[in-house]
């Protein structure tokens, strides 16, 4: 366990942090762009802040993978269990990665991985979505591309894991799903790489539990929330504003 005490009015942010980050999950994603600055301002280093962050939010990625189970497939020739397979071994090794980086080493990479994911997450949120003619024949990647996409996917959420449901959002829509199971795919798929590396990471004695617990329950309740705001809030302004905090955080990590 983290030797990092928290007074309960910084557990009381951490809490709101986490109630945001649930809302935020639920209507447009990017939740983790909150939680991890508000584990950093609380004093955590980047390597226990991104640790902690993965655990508090994997219960909301668990009620979003079994809330849409019923749509969840493979692709062309690719059932869904090799996609599984693939997601809980990459996850263990890129858990294991980041178990193996230096506190210092990882310092140093967080503000690259921010931006990488900032720009991930811009290109989802605001692209245009090519028009897709539904009486055009589904096209499919070759299986061994789709898995090794999905294995380096993985790896990279198992390590640090900022905008892979885009990235398994394009990869999957490219590879022939339609968006609809695309996007339930990807949550079981999310969930399935977080399993193996909250596993791991449950372990370490870097992890904060009350900032886990605090950020925990936050994000619960922001799902709830966030259901009830569903089609009350404009989704738009809110990934606008998830980029803005993702760019401010880039910069703050730089100059840091």
Known sequence: MSTLSLPLPLLALIAAAGLYAGIQNALAGGGSFITF???????LNPLAANMSSTIALFPSQITSALAGRKLVGGVGPVP?????????????????LLLSTPVSIFTR???WLVLFATSVFAWGSFRRKPVVDPDAPPRHLPTPLLLLIQGAIAVYGGYFGGGI??????????????????????????MTMNASAVAIFA???????????????GGIAGGVVGGWLMHRLPERQLRGFVVVVGTVLTIWLFVR
């Open 80 to 96: 869904f269990r090799q996609l599984f397979v693939v997601s809980l071994i990459g996850g263990v090794l890129g858990a294991v």
């Open 165 to 190: 449901g885009f990235l398994m959002l394009a990869a999957l829509t490219i590879a022939g799903q339609q968006v609809r199971m695309a996007t339930a795919t990807k949550n079981a798929l999310a």
């Open 203 to 217: 372990f370490s004695p870097l992890i904060n539990w009350s900032a886990v617990l605090a950020l925990g329950a």
């Open 109 to 111: 990479l967080v503000p």
């Open 37 to 43: 600055p508000a584990l950093l301002l609380a004093g």
